[in-house]
């Protein structure tokens, strides 16, 4: 598709989202901004639902190209993958799956989001030992590091793909490949990059990937997935479960636990349709202006923004090397939320965290967007440390 389509990132893919008539969006690892079509989208998920009340079978075959629209960003066999409501979910399922009287150590980092820390801390109560290795200064996290963790007692090196705090990216190659040579599985927390750098899951190997639709995949809250390969996972069995994890939702039985023996598995209650909808809207239009023009198109932006950022005396928590970063820069900042409220002042809209003014370009946007944004900065420097 990345050949074929007509829309290319920036001025062309812009048209369709309709923030870019007021605003100067640069808020994508928190939120990928509306396009036309994830509205149309919505808005025939409501008609059809004013029109002709439950339709069921209809939202079923939608969850199936929800699975398959996932399934083609990660380059997966689309019953390697699961239709999860957050990423949370889809890790939850996963530590349940674990019986860590065995193996029990967890290898875990220092950048990754709360939940994933708080998701196998939970897992203490069923002999889980957590252990988390901390990034380097400079926000890397080297394999050495992870190796010094990674041993014979390790039962899962669970991972962030991009930190969602400083944009760190992390080797993942080389992560799982040191998980494996000690017989550990790797969990890949992909929220943060997938949709803007390109994730092929069966040329990485990782055993599992968790994540959502609504940065930069487009799409809204409510929806996301879970990747199991089905090489490495076939014998983990969740105990977190519902009616759409069993290997027939019709049987309705409930004298027995017979879940799907594919990524299904890891599924739980009725799907949430509506995000669904927007998810498969999403992720069509992303794919159409092609997710590796995306990953190039940021890259050659955030180039530009470091340079400047620095020049102008400020610098960045995000590792400069491109093989490094995701497509989020964090901007070190005296006061980052006062930032952020500056900036909005001027119609540009960031985000804050851990101290650090976040900016995350994805397709919709130009140079004229970091433009106006680095004419914000100069105007306030004072802000930056
Ligand atoms: C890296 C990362 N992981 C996980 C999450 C949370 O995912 P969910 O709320 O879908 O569980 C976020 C949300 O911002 C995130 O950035």
Redesign the pocket.
């Known amino acids: 598709m990345d050949d074929s389509s007509n829309l290319t990132p920036g001025e062309s893919a812009r048209q369709r989202f309709p923030i870019f008539q007021n605003r100067v969006y640069l808020n994508s690892c928190s939120q990928g901004a509306l396009s036309d079509s994830v509205r149309a989208a919505y808005e025939s998920y409501l008609s059809g639902l004013e029109s002709e009340g439950s339709q069921w079978d209809y939202w079923v075959s939608c969850t199936e190209q929800a699975r398959r629209s996932f399934a083609a960003v990660l380059h997966a066999d689309p019953d390697s993958v699961a239709v999860t409501t957050?990423?949370?979910a889809g890790a939850t399922a996963v530590a349940s799956a674990f019986d860590f009287a065995g193996r029990g150590k967890v290898v875990t980092t220092s950048l990754e989001?709360p939940?994933?820390g708080q998701i196998w801390h939970a897992q203490e109560r069923r002999g889980a030992k957590i252990v988390h290795v901390p990034a380097a200064a400079d926000n890397t996290l080297s394999v050495d590091s992870l190796a010094a963790a990674v041993d014979e007692q390790t039962a899962i090196v669970s991972i962030?793909h991009v930190c969602?705090q400083n944009g760190s990216r992390l080797d993942i190659d080389a992560i799982t490949k040191l998980a494996h040579d000690n017989g550990a599985l790797v969990l890949l927390?992909s929220?943060?990059a997938a949709g803007a750098v390109p994730i092929d899951v069966e040329g990485s190997a990782v055993d599992f990937v968790v994540g959502?639709a609504l940065k930069y995949l487009l799409g809204s809250p409510g929806v996301?997935y879970l990747y199991a390969n089905p090489h490495t996972t076939g014998h983990l069995v969740p105990t977190t479960t519902g009616w759409f994890a069993d290997e027939d939702v019709h049987a309705m039985a409930i004298d027995r636990y017979r879940p799907s023996r594919d990524a299904r598995r890891f599924e739980s209650g009725t799907p949430p349709i509506p995000p669904i909808f927007a998810a498969v809207a999403g992720i069509e239009l992303l794919l159409e202006i092609g997710i590796e023009r995306t990953a190039e198109h940021v890259r050659q932006l955030n180039d530009w923004l470091i340079d400047e950022v620095v020049a102008m005396g400020g610098s960045v928590a995000t590792p400069t090397d491109p093989a490094r970063r995701g497509p989020m820069i964090a901007v070190r900042a005296l006061d980052a939320d006062q930032l952020v409220g500056r900036l909005a002042e001027r119609g540009i809209v960031t985000s804050a965290r851990a101290g650090n003014l976040r900016i995350s370009p994805h397709c919709y946007n130009t140079a004229e967007d970091i433009e106006q944004l680095l004419v914000a900065l100069r105007a306030h420097r004072a802000l930056l440390n």
Do not use: R, V
Request: aromatic share 24%; charged share 10%.
């Open positions: 957050s990423a949370s989001f939940t994933i962030t969602y927390d929220y943060q959502g996301g």
